[in-house]
């Protein structure tokens, strides 16, 4: 009689449970500085004046350079919704596609800054960008991607059922 064994599922703890937490406060706290910046966006006021060509594009660089982040602030957020399901049915999938997020993030915040600093260039006027977002991404990528790939409580949890 021959018997295959189907390997059993773990439970969610130890390290495998500290990382979901980090991620699910990392989606929290995008998600609570997402606030400032789409109400900016939707100020009809300020967009009728980004429009206009006497700004010499120093508006219209500010307004690109907060949609980008808008754009992936959303990403994140969406990803971590998606990612939650993907943990709660322990889908073989989640660790493929959480090192997927992680390096698309890092990509993503990659061009805006490369983006936010050529289109400064151009105009001509020195303006600040923010690289807090690109480390979080680089620090999270970096922590995150071997652990999900090379785990062995993450390996034994989500297994194809």
Same mark, same amino acid.
């Given at each position: %009689?021959?018997?295959?064994?189907?390997?059993?599922?773990?439970?969610?703890?130890?390290?495998?449970?500290?990382?979901?937490?980090?991620?699910?406060? $990392?989606?929290?706290?995008?998600?609570? /500085?997402?606030? #400032?910046?789409?109400?900016?966006?939707?100020?009809?006021?300020?967009?009728? =004046?980004?429009?206009?060509?006497?700004?010499?594009?120093?508006?219209?660089?500010?307004?690109? %350079?907060?949609?980008?982040?808008?754009?992936?602030?959303?990403?994140?957020?969406?990803?971590?919704?998606?990612?939650?399901?993907?943990?709660?049915?322990?889908?073989?999938?989640?660790?493929?596609?959480?090192?997927? $997020?992680?390096?698309?993030?890092?990509? %993503?915040?990659?061009? /805006?800054?490369?983006?936010?600093?050529? %289109?400064?260039?151009?105009?001509?006027? #020195?303006?600040?960008?923010?690289?807090?977002?690109?480390?979080?991404?680089?620090?999270?990528?970096?922590?995150?991607?071997?652990?999900?790939?090379?785990?062995?409580?993450?390996?034994?949890?989500? =297994? /194809?059922?």
């Amino acid at each position: %009689m021959n018997t295959t064994s189907k390997p059993e599922r773990r439970r969610i703890g130890g390290w495998l449970l500290l990382a979901l937490i980090c991620l699910a406060a $990392w989606a929290l706290s995008t998600a609570v /500085a997402l606030r #400032d910046p789409l109400k900016l966006m939707l100020e009809w006021e300020l967009l009728a =004046v980004f429009i206009r060509p006497e700004t010499h594009g120093w508006y219209r660089t500010v307004i690109a %350079m907060v949609g980008c982040d808008v754009m992936i602030g959303s990403f994140i957020v969406a990803g971590t919704g998606w990612l939650a399901l993907l943990v709660r049915h322990r889908s073989a999938r989640f660790p493929v596609q959480v090192q997927a $997020w992680l390096l698309a993030i890092v990509v %993503m915040r990659t061009i /805006a800054y490369l983006l936010g600093d050529h %289109m400064t260039r151009t105009i001509g006027i #020195d303006i600040a960008i923010p690289i807090d977002g690109f480390i979080q991404a680089v620090v999270a990528a970096a922590l995150g991607i071997p652990y999900f790939r090379l785990s062995r409580r993450v390996q034994q949890t989500f =297994v /194809a059922a």
